[in-house]
């Protein structure tokens, strides 16, 4: 059956194209409420976001995590529940900084056979072609929505070569733009980390687990299920390399110390990547 379009259909369909796009709206539209506060742009509107750019937030982190294995006791977004913690600590202490999604999806082994983390169930990976140009992508996102400095951290060890790779790919690509890309590598730094806790007291014994008390007291005191925290105190395995958990209280305080101890760090860094 054919459909015949009469005048006053093509007439209507005219009127409909040539009426404004109520999803396009403009981009200089007045925001007609007051501000709900975050640093997470995921969390913001985008009206939120280019009035608190025009305010001086001209920096962005884009921070990468993953989806792998941890041990028994850790869930698979271990990576990504560490940075909603880290990211937020980090902006905060620069000021003028906006944290982007945190990127999920990294390499994490071979496909075909196998390696590494892609050898267990849950785990996500990305052949490392595909993670530069998801990077590059999301990168060029913020750049042309106009964020100056662009910053690239990563708390996973597979992570660090692409991110420096693009970096320095975009830097070469944008250097008449006014626009610069740092990519962050004192922000991996778990081994400062074990050290801090040993000079502390925190003394461990490794189990072999893809898992240690550091790890999880950041995140423990950001999300306690992560953990499984109760499900390991009915089987009294709420310890790890030999440090006991409980009291809880006392493990999230550690938890907090840790963020603060690398925020720190990352912070300094940054600013140094900044000229400031």
């Given at each position: ?72 006791y850790l869930v698979t977004n271990k990576h990504n529940i560490v940075l909603r913690g880290m990211t937020e600590a980090i902006a ?36 490392e072609e595909t993670y530069r140009r998801l990077l590059v992508d999301i990168v060029t996102s913020f750049q042309v929505t106009g ?27 944008w250097k008449d733009k006014g626009v610069k890309v740092s990519f962050i590598p004192e922000y991996y730094n778990y081994g400062d ?84």
């Amino acid at each position: 059956m054919r459909t015949v379009l009469t005048a006053g259909m093509l007439a209507a369909f005219a009127a409909f194209a040539a009426a404004p796009n109520p999803v396009a709206p403009d981009p200089a539209t007045p925001r007609p409420i007051a501000v709900r506060e975050s640093v997470f742009t995921e969390d913001m509107t985008w009206m939120e976001i280019r009035d608190a750019m025009k305010a001086g937030k001209d920096t962005i982190l884009i921070a990468t995590g993953g989806l792998e294995q941890n041990g028994p006791y850790l869930v698979t977004n271990k990576h990504n529940i560490v940075l909603r913690g880290m990211t937020e600590a980090i902006a905060r202490k620069l000021g003028d900084t906006l944290v982007a999604p945190i990127i999920p999806f990294v390499p994490e082994g071979n496909f075909d056979p196998p390696t590494e983390h892609m050898k267990y169930a849950g785990s996500v990976g990305l052949t490392e072609e595909t993670y530069r140009r998801l990077l590059v992508d999301i990168v060029t996102s913020f750049q042309v929505t106009g964020f100056k400095h662009i910053v690239l951290i990563g708390d996973s060890g597979g992570n660090q070569k692409g991110m420096k790779a693009v970096a320095e790919q975009l830097n070469d690509k944008w250097k008449d733009k006014g626009v610069k890309v740092s990519f962050i590598p004192e922000y991996y730094n778990y081994g400062d980390v074990a050290k801090f806790l040993e000079s502390n007291g925190i003394k461990q014994e490794n189990e072999g687990l893809h898992d240690d008390f550091g790890m999880t007291a950041v995140m423990l005191s950001i999300d306690p299920n992560s953990v499984r925290m109760k499900e390991r105190q009915a089987a009294g395995k709420f310890r790890i390399n030999g440090v006991d958990l409980d009291p809880v209280e006392k493990t999230r305080e550690w938890g907090k110390r840790i963020i603060e101890f690398r925020a720190k760090v990352a912070v300094n860094a940054i600013q140094k990547a900044r000229g400031k």
